[in-house]
């Protein structure tokens, strides 16, 4: 059974770096065809999706955040990390990893205050 879960600080300071990680078990993040997504839901609004890596670390960004986002992975921990430089409070949401479009994580909550 596949399991993910995301992990991270509850807390930023404006202009920091976010850093979240994706764990998953259950499942090898180099296995053909898995994609693993970040996507965000900032409080009172819907989903927005933040950037991907595939299976063969190609990685893709949404438009708008492409300059502050990055994502890396960890093949021997089966992890993903995303990366969000010089937050800004807009940032704040609840983050969640997502593997295809199968398997979510619980979401980990951001808040981006000083």
């Known amino acids: 059974q596949v399991h993910v879960q995301e992990s991270g600080p509850g807390l930023v300071l404006p202009s920091q770096t976010l850093s979240l990680t994706c764990t998953v078990s259950?499942?090898?993040?180099?296995?053909?065809?898995?994609?693993l997504n970040w996507i965000r839901q900032p409080p009172g609004k819907g989903l927005e999706w933040v950037g991907s890596i595939s299976y063969d670390g190609n990685t893709y960004y949404s438009p708008s955040l492409k300059n502050r986002a990055a994502i890396f992975r960890d093949t021997s921990k089966n992890q993903a990390t995303l990366q969000l430089t010089t937050v800004i409070p807009e940032d704040g949401a609840v983050y969640f990893c997502?593997?295809?479009?199968?398997?979510w994580g619980q979401g980990t909550q951001v808040t981006v205050s000083s």
């Open positions: 997502r593997m295809n479009d199968d398997y």
């Open positions: 259950g499942a090898s993040i180099t296995s053909n065809n898995y994609y």
